[in-house]
Every structure is written in structure tokens, then in C-alpha cells.
């Protein structure tokens, strides 16, 4: 049984080409520096939630010195890379001010639905005062709200209520 998730739908949405490429011919995509930007980001809050007396900055240091390789690889310009190593230092940064360390966080959180064949990966599941707040954390220069992203955050929704019968 396949199953779609929340980014092969909007991809699909967006360009059915791109989706039969990605997901049905399984092509590989040619790395960029939002995706790997994004994936040391969403690396460093991972690493941060496990530890929270490490300071994010270091950890994310960390996770982006061991992917200069990768880095380097995308022919970026030493100022450009720098430029960018700023700007998603500074999104960490941004999601450490929220970040409490007494509220229980589960990151990366997997769920399915066999009924709807779907699947998940909830960046971050928070239990703060009784309530549950499910959180995607984007790491584009978008500061408004797109609706693949209202999308994304309705499946999880959907997936979060047939895993544990409630609503967050």
C-alpha cells in the first residue's frame, strides 16, 4: 500500500510533472540550499529539545560544519554561503525565543493513516497546560501563512485525531 503525504499532495498541486518525477519515477532531486539550510535547522531544534542546556548556536555550528561538504557542493559563492549560513543560523535562533524547556516536545513525529493513506511527519508535538499544539516549522523567507501550508497542517490534524481520538 503507497501512501501520500502532505508534500507529495501540495507537489502534485503545484506540478503534476514534478510529482510523477519525484514520487512515481522516483528521480533524485538536486540538493539546494533551502533544502539543506532547512534540514540543518530542523536538525538543530531536534538536537536542542534532547539537550536544552546546549546553546542552539553551537549545535547548529555543529550539524552545519559536518554538512560543508554537501555545502560546497552547490557552487555558492564564499560570501553568498556565508549570507546564508546568517540567515538560517538566525531562523534557530528565532525558534529558540519560543522554546521552553519544561513544555514536553515530540520532534519528528511519524503517523499513518490506513484509512485515508496518509502519512506524516509532525515536526513538533507540544503538550503545554492540557492542550496540544501541533508545529511545522518552515524555514523559508515566506512570513505569511500559504495555503499548502494550511494544507500540510490540516492533514496532520486529520492524522493526529485518528492516531490519538482527539483534536489538537
Not at 65 to 79: F, P, W
Request: glycine share 4%; hydrophobic share 40%.
Amino acid at each position: 500500500m503507497s501512501f501520500n503525504s502532505a508534500s507529495s499532495i501540495n507537489t502534485f498541486n503545484n506540478c503534476p510533472r514534478k510529482y510523477f518525477f519525484k514520487y512515481k519515477q522516483r528521480l533524485p532531486e538536486k540538493p539546494n540550499i533551502n533544502t539543506l539550510g532547512g534540514s540543518i535547522v530542523h536538525q538543530a531544534i531536534q538536537e536542542k529539545v534532547k539537550n536544552p542546556d546546549q546553546e542552539i548556536t553551537e549545535i547548529f555550528e555543529k550539524i552545519w560544519e559536518t554538512q560543508a561538504s554537501e555545502l560546497n557542493k552547490l557552487g555558492l559563492t564564499k560570501a553568498a554561503l556565508n549570507e546564508q549560513y546568517f540567515a538560517y543560523r538566525q531562523m534557530a535562533l528565532n525558534w529558540e525565543k519560543d522554546f521552553d524547556p519544561k513544555v514536553k516536545i515530540q520532534c519528528e513525529k511519524k503517523l499513518f493513516s490506513g484509512r485515508f493513506q496518509l502519512i506524516g511527519f509532525i515536526d513538533e508535538i507540544i503538550e503545554k497546560a492540557g492542550k496540544i499544539i501541533l508545529m511545522e516549522n518552515k524555514t523559508s523567507k515566506f512570513e505569511r501563512v500559504l495555503p499548502e501550508h494550511k494544507l500540510q497542517l490540516a492533514i496532520y490534524v486529520l492524522l493526529f485525531k485518528e492516531a490519538y481520538g482527539r483534536v489538537p
